[in-house]
């Protein structure tokens, strides 16, 4: 069966994004004895920045399954996901009017229903397929260290961080069935990223951060309990369904 076109650009794209995420992973848990071996050394650089201190004590306390998913989740995905989902939202519709084949697309024999759930899907798929592969492989790659780590942990915590990708995906994605500029979309959902980060590295600020959401100590928490935390996950599920459904309306009232 031939896939269409938005299939194989999906498939490309979220092929780019498990290759690049394995990559740094595999590096990562590679290099955990020479860094376990220097947390004290780091601890004394970071001292300057509270956040990061605190981030390498929470490492130093708990160990490698802490470096695993600040390297993986908090640093890998947060980055390289959320840039990733940015990219894709950002063109889904706002790049048909951009290009001018926003008519021919909503032409189609479909229903705007389904031209929308087909890119919307088709885009949180080339995201979160990665993510969740890439950390299948965390037990395996574990080994050439001598480390272990649970199935079932490392798959809740690829949900909470599937979430949360999902969710500035879904708002992106709202945005541009909502507006014909792409790159100007974009440059807004990115410098929001970077802001909230900011907020998160200044430790009178960092509560306010989304990034409190997906940084080591809520993963930890999911590691710990064995569980999602049904207020963080319900949210973030909310914020999925919200936009989605934002997005949807945008789009059957949108005139080409």
Not at 171 to 196: D, H, N, R, Y
Request: charged share 15%; glycine share 6%; with cysteine.
């Amino acid at each position: 069966m031939r896939l269409s076109r938005d299939a194989r650009n999906y498939l490309l794209f979220g092929t780019m994004l498990f290759v690049v995420l394995e990559a740094l992973l595999a590096v990562a848990i590679i290099w955990w004895p020479s860094f376990s071996e220097n947390t004290g050394a780091l601890k004394r650089l970071a001292a300057p920045l509270p956040m990061l201190a605190d981030q390498l004590n929470l490492i130093d306390m708990i160990g490698v399954p802490a470096y695993v998913v600040a390297q993986h989740f908090f640093k890998g995905c947060n980055t390289l996901g959320a840039a990733a989902a940015v990219l894709l939202a950002m063109n889904a519709v706002a790049g048909e009017a951009q290009r001018g084949t926003l008519e021919l697309w909503l032409s189609r024999p479909v229903t705007r229903r389904r031209l929308f759930t087909e890119r919307y899907l088709g885009g949180m798929a080339a995201v979160c397929v990665p993510v969740l592969l890439t950390t299948l492989t965390i037990p395996a790659l574990l080994t050439l260290v001598d480390e272990t780590m649970g199935y079932w942990d490392l798959t809740l915590c690829a949900l909470h961080q599937c979430l949360f990708l999902g969710a500035l995906y879904s708002v992106t994605l709202w945005l541009s069935a909502l507006g014909s500029q792409p790159l100007k979309i974009g440059f807004v959902m990115l410098f929001a990223c970077i802001g909230e980060f900011a907020l998160y590295m200044v430790k009178t600020l960092t509560h306010y951060s989304v990034f409190r959401l997906v940084d080591i100590e809520a993963f930890a928490e999911v590691l710990s309990t064995s569980a999602l935390d049904p207020v963080q996950a319900g949210s973030l599920l909310a914020i999925n369904v919200v936009a989605y459904l934002g997005g949807l309306l945008a789009l059957e009232r949108r005139v080409p």
